[in-house]
């Protein structure tokens, strides 16, 4: 499908009343990393909005969570995988749940480039010492042996 069509075909209505989220859920869920982010650059060129931002205009709540969730893996995954894992840990109490998720499955993948973003997110901190800050016990030591 070429670039220009298949985005004015499945446009959703985004800057129109009454968005066509299944169009747009459509767009992101069947499409590579690789066409999406053409597609988004095309959005913005035919749009002049970036399209996290069209998203924050046109939806809210978990559909906009979800889709600018899928924006932001899309266009810089180690980012939004650092930013996830610092938001883990940030503040009072630690999501437990999301930082064994994210430590595990990132840990073969790209966690050493996530480890230099995480780094750039936390102003300086590593992702080892929010760990030692964060965790105890056993529970510490097995995650930080996945660093």
Request: overall charge negative; proline content about 1%; aromatic content about 8%.
């Amino acid at each position: 499908m070429e670039l220009s069509s298949g985005i004015n075909a499945e446009y959703g209505g985004m800057g129109r009343v009454g968005t066509d989220h299944a169009v747009f859920n459509k767009i992101l869920v069947m499409r590579s990393p690789a066409h999406l982010n053409k597609v988004f650059d095309y959005y913005k060129t035919i749009s002049n909005i970036d399209i996290l931002e069209s998203i924050k205009l046109e939806m809210s709540g978990d559909t906009a969570a979800a889709f600018t969730a899928i924006v932001e893996v899309v266009q810089n995954p180690v980012h939004y995988f650092a930013d996830q894992l610092f938001k883990s840990m940030k503040g009072l109490g630690t999501n437990d749940n999301k930082l064994i998720r994210l430590m595990v499955w990132r840990s073969e993948i790209d966690l050493v480039e996530i480890k230099e973003e995480f780094k750039i997110i936390s102003n300086g901190e590593t992702l080892e010492s929010f760990i030692e800050g964060d965790c105890s016990g056993n529970y510490k030591v097995a995650l930080l042996a996945l660093c």
